[in-house]
């Protein structure tokens, strides 16, 4: 069968009650300002977790929310896969702790590590089990805690990252269908891993375990080369957006929305120009949440439903890219 083979059958977030503004910086010692931070980023705000909320618990409360709108009980879920850089164990992982907490027993569950590009990766993970009839029902959710592994000291990344999650339920295409079904179009992944330590954690891994000069120079937290990673950001976009339409056979004119990964105003606006979209066809919710990572797209995929700006028959272009460097587009009709 050709594409489409899995379509978006519900969407749902998960966001802590906590917000922090770009002023609630100087309270804690950080020498950064309102200005700074807008005129560079887009970020006025930013979810924080609090002691309850995991990057399980923000995931299961965007889970059952995809669920409830798509009409999927958990029983009836095949797979789970879940994206996070910020595992809440690093054994075993977050996507069984998702299963349990669902009761998705009869779920296979696992996480993949693609950073800020990992909702779009498990949207095709997933579409891949269904399309190889592994699958007829997943769940796909990006999940965040990025305020656990970011330096509250370095106010070059501290005031770009927040905290959520976004989940969506991914079903099967009928066999017998409309003309035109809802359902992915179209999925493009790319690496470069020679590029890795432009984004990274450099301790706190097997490779480096934690010790004691790990936590005296903080080396177990991101550092980020901000300058060469918006470089990359702004190409490696450009490159997924051309991607996605050309696998699509589709052109810009056939795009109703594009959700681009929200880690900076700048970058999302390039993205736009290059994929010759006007900023009314983006959806840009950056200056609410702040980079979420992978939950970054997942989150305004939900919100742009929720809020109508993308309707049914319409056709979104999601696209992203994080530490790995990772970046991956993805063409669907909802
Ligand atoms: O999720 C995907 C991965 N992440 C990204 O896509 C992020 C990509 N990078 C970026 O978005 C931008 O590079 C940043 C927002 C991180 C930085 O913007 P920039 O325009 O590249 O600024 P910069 O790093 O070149 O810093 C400019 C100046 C520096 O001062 P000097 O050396 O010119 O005196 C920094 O020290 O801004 C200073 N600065 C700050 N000032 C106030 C850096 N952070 C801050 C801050 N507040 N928070």
Same mark, same amino acid.
């Given at each position: 069968?050709?594409?489409? %083979?899995?379509?978006?059958?519900?969407?749902?977030?998960?966001?802590?009650?906590?917000?922090?503004?770009?002023?609630?910086?100087?309270?804690?010692?950080?020498?950064?300002?309102?200005?700074?931070?807008?005129?560079?980023?887009?970020?006025?705000? @930013?979810?924080?977790?609090?002691?309850?909320?995991?990057?399980?618990?923000? *995931? /299961?409360?965007?889970? @059952?929310?995809? !669920?409830?709108? /798509?009409?999927?009980?958990?029983?009836?879920?095949? &797979?789970?896969?879940?994206?996070?850089?910020?595992?809440?164990?690093?054994?075993?992982?977050?996507?069984?702790?998702?299963? &349990?907490?669902?009761?998705?027993?009869?779920?296979?569950?696992?996480? =993949?590590?693609?950073?800020?590009?990992?909702?779009?990766?498990?949207?095709?993970?997933?579409?891949?089990?269904?399309?190889?009839?592994? &699958?007829?029902?997943?769940?796909?959710?990006?999940?965040?805690?990025?305020?656990? =592994?970011?330096?509250?000291?370095?106010?070059?990344?501290?005031?770009?990252?927040?905290?959520? *999650?976004?989940?969506?339920?991914?079903? @099967?295409?009928?066999?017998?269908?409309?003309?035109?079904?809802?359902?992915? #179009?179209?999925?493009? !992944?790319?690496?470069?891993?020679?590029?890795?330590?432009?984004?990274?954690?450099?301790?706190?891994?097997?490779?480096?375990?934690?010790?004691?000069?790990?936590?005296?120079? @903080?080396?177990?937290?991101?550092?980020?080369?901000?300058?060469?990673?918006? +470089?990359?950001?702004?190409?490696? $976009?450009?490159?997924?957006?051309?991607?996605?339409?050309?696998?699509? +056979?589709?052109?810009? %004119?056939?795009?109703? #929305?594009?959700?681009? %990964?929200?880690?900076?105003?700048?970058?999302?606006?390039?993205?736009?120009? %290059?994929?010759? #979209?006007?900023?009314?066809?983006?959806?840009?919710?950056?200056?609410?949440?702040?980079?979420?990572?992978?939950?970054?797209?997942?989150?305004?995929?939900?919100? &742009? =439903?929720?809020?109508?700006?993308?309707?049914?028959?319409?056709?979104? $272009?999601?696209?992203?890219?994080?530490?790995?460097?990772?970046?991956?587009? !993805?063409? #669907?009709?909802?």
């Amino acid at each position: 069968m050709t594409r489409p %083979h899995a379509y978006f059958a519900g969407t749902g977030r998960g966001v802590p009650a906590k917000i922090m503004t770009n002023d609630d910086f100087a309270a804690i010692g950080i020498e950064t300002n309102d200005e700074w931070i807008v005129s560079r980023t887009g970020i006025r705000q @930013r979810y924080i977790a609090g002691p309850n909320d995991s990057t399980c618990s923000m *995931a /299961a409360t965007a889970a @059952r929310q995809a !669920m409830k709108r /798509a009409g999927v009980v958990e029983g009836e879920l095949d &797979a789970i896969v879940l994206s996070t850089a910020t595992a809440d164990r690093l054994l075993p992982a977050t996507a069984v702790d998702l299963q &349990a907490e669902l009761g998705a027993s009869r779920s296979a569950a696992f996480d =993949i590590g693609a950073a800020c590009a990992g909702f779009i990766f498990a949207a095709s993970v997933g579409e891949g089990l269904i399309a190889t009839g592994n &699958a007829e029902t997943v769940l796909i959710v990006g999940s965040e805690r990025m305020s656990s =592994i970011i330096d509250w000291k370095d106010r070059s990344t501290c005031v770009l990252f927040g905290d959520g *999650a976004g989940a969506a339920v991914l079903k @099967r295409v009928p066999a017998k269908r409309s003309l035109k079904p809802a359902g992915i #179009l179209s999925t493009y !992944m790319r690496s470069d891993g020679t590029l890795a330590d432009l984004l990274y954690r450099p301790a706190g891994g097997a490779a480096i375990p934690f010790s004691e000069a790990v936590l005296a120079d @903080r080396s177990y937290l991101v550092r980020m080369a901000g300058r060469e990673v918006f +470089k990359h950001a702004v190409r490696s $976009m450009a490159d997924a957006t051309d991607r996605a339409l050309d696998i699509a +056979k589709l052109t810009p %004119h056939d795009i109703d #929305l594009l959700i681009p %990964h929200q880690a900076n105003i700048r970058i999302i606006e390039a993205t736009a120009k %290059h994929a010759n #979209l006007s900023m009314d066809k983006v959806y840009v919710n950056v200056d609410r949440y702040g980079n979420t990572s992978s939950a970054s797209v997942a989150i305004a995929l939900d919100e &742009a =439903i929720e809020c109508g700006r993308l309707q049914p028959g319409q056709t979104v $272009m999601l696209v992203a890219f994080g530490a790995g460097f990772t970046w991956a587009s !993805m063409v #669907l009709r909802v």
